[in-house]
């Protein structure tokens, strides 16, 4: 069955630290990841999509990185702001002709100042 | 502001009863994709559209349906509502379709009372 698996659940920090969040998935056959920014109540924003040639992708302050030997991926948020505080989605789609994607539960990220 | 549009932006109704919902995409998008989100199922993907027709089903229930107009607007029309229907409803819209970055609408938020 696939599966997306994202951790923390929640974590807390302080602006203008570093974090990493991950995502490890049994998604089969792999086609693409995608990390997404989701503000209460708004739509998901796209951060990074990424295919299984590439292993790093950045936009701006966030860089994701994906391992496809390990089903792994880590979105890491450099300096973090108020404006970060969000949870953060990681959805995996399965190559298949169509698009079948998996989601992950997100990760809530609080920042304090 | 992602450019895709979704009316109503509030829903209230009984159970039973019908609701449709609307989406206009981006300029220039031609796949249109519908979403769920609630509190204990997190985002699942409902169905996609490109070009008019249907391209990819995911967790919709049989009492929901949805089309795609010539003019690419879509609509999701909701039926025999129950409580448990109650969520927020996103569109997005992309150019292409499996590995195209993905614009989310606002949503919309459905109650059933």
């Known amino acids: 069955k696939n599966q997306v698996e994202q951790s923390p659940q929640s974590l807390i920090i302080l602006e203008g630290k570093n974090c990493t969040l991950q995502?490890?998935?049994?998604?089969?056959?792999?086609?693409?990841l995608r990390w997404y920014k989701q503000d209460t109540g708004r739509g998901p924003v796209s951060l990074t999509i990424?295919?299984?040639?590439?292993n790093t992708k950045s936009n701006g302050r966030y860089t994701a990185t994906l391992d496809a030997d390990t089903k792994q991926s880590s979105l890491h948020i450099t300096a973090s702001q108020l404006s970060d505080s969000a949870s953060y989605i990681c959805?995996?789609?399965?190559?298949?002709?169509?698009?079948?994607?998996?989601f992950g539960r997100g990760t809530s990220l609080i920042v304090h100042p | 502001d992602s450019g895709v549009t979704q009316t109503p932006k509030h829903l209230i109704t009984a159970t039973g009863q019908r609701v449709t919902l609307r989406c206009s995409p981006r300029?220039?998008?031609?796949?249109v994709y519908w979403y769920q989100q609630s509190l204990d199922q997190g985002l699942q993907f409902l169905i996609q559209?490109?070009?008019?027709?249907?391209?990819a089903k995911g967790n919709i229930l049989e009492r929901f349906s949805a089309q795609q107009f010539p003019d690419l607007h879509s609509e999701l029309n909701l039926s025999s509502l129950e409580l448990g229907d109650s969520a927020l409803y996103f569109c997005?819209?992309?150019?292409?379709?499996?590995?195209?970055?993905?614009?989310f609408g606002p949503g919309t938020r459905l109650t059933v009372t």
């Open positions: 559209y490109y070009n008019g027709e249907e391209r």
């Open positions: 995502c490890n998935y049994t998604v089969s056959p792999f086609s693409n």
């Open positions: 959805v995996v789609s399965a190559e298949g002709g169509s698009y079948i994607p998996t």
């Open positions: 997005a819209s992309s150019v292409d379709y499996i590995t195209d970055e993905q614009y």
């Open positions: 300029s220039g998008d031609l796949s």
């Open positions: 990424m295919t299984f040639s590439e």
